[in-house]
Antibody, heavy 120, light 110 residues
Framework: EVQLVESGGGLVQPGGSLRLSCAAS????????MSWVRQAPGKGLEWVAN????????YYVDSVKGRFTISRDNAKNSLYLQMNSLRAEDTAVYYC?????????????WGQGTLVTVSS | NFMLTQPHSVSESPGKTVTISCTRS????????VQWYQQRPGSSPTTVIY?????PSGVPDRFSGSIDSSSNSASLTISGLKTEDEADYYC?????????FGGGTKLTVL
């Protein structure tokens, strides 16, 4: 069974940093693109970043470029999101997601999400 | 970058059929696959349609997807509506390096 378990969310002040982690199990982690998708309270889904199987390609939504870094450790079956210079508008539930094997363009499994709150 | 526009909400009665649209602002809807995700209150999203019209295993055939190049839009159709279909539905597509989600449509089954 595919499982994606996020951790690392919490309350942080504007301008602060936070590192999210996602522990993957139930599949060969190193064979899949992975993604972070967020959802602000009461709002819709917003794609944040994608990373290729070996980490050689990374893509970000414009609003987080230069502030967020997606990374992975295939030996630890883990995905990460380093978030710096956080802003109030980054407040959201952050979902770790596995990208489908047929291509890099869709999610096939979602985690349960971790809440990040940016507030003073 | 392009946008995907969905109606904010739709409602229909149990047993009926509803269609949710997703219009691409620029670029051809047919150029990149469209996915549809269902999100029930308090839960993570799940895929109901991928690659325009493909259903994952376990998704009932009451759910179907299509694209219409003339209107540059994709559609999710749910037939034989059940109360359990009440949820938010999001379309999603992509271009060369970015993903885009539609704003979401709240489906009420009443």
């Amino acid at each position: 069974e595919v499982q994606l378990v996020e951790s690392g969310g919490g309350l942080v002040q504007p301008g602060g940093s936070l590192r999210l982690s996602c522990a993957a199990s139930g599949f060969t982690f190193s064979s899949y693109w992975m993604s972070w998708v967020r959802q602000a309270p009461g709002k819709g889904l917003e794609w944040v970043a994608n990373i290729k199987q070996d980490g050689s390609e990374k893509y970000y939504v414009d609003s987080v470029k230069g502030r967020f870094t997606i990374s992975r450790d295939n030996a630890k079956n883990s995905l990460y999101l380093q978030m710096n210079s956080l802003r109030a508008e980054d407040t959201a539930v952050y979902y770790c997601a596995r990208i489908g094997s047929s291509g890099w363009y869709r999610v096939d499994y979602w985690g349960q999400g971790t809440l990040v709150t940016v507030s003073s | 970058n392009f946008m995907l526009t969905q109606p904010h909400s739709v409602s229909e009665s149990p047993g009926k059929t509803v269609t949710i649209s997703c219009t691409r602002s620029s670029g051809s809807i047919a150029s990149n696959y469209v996915q549809w995700y269902q999100q029930r209150p308090g839960s993570s999203p799940t895929t109901v349609i991928y690659e325009d019209n493909q259903r994952p295993s376990g998704v009932p055939d009451r759910f179907s997807g299509s694209i219409d190049s003339s209107s540059n839009s994709a559609s999710l159709t749910i037939s034989g509506l059940k109360t359990e279909d009440e949820a938010d539905y999001y379309c999603q597509s992509y271009d060369s390096s970015n993903w885009v989600f539609g704003g979401g449509t709240k489906l009420t089954v009443l």
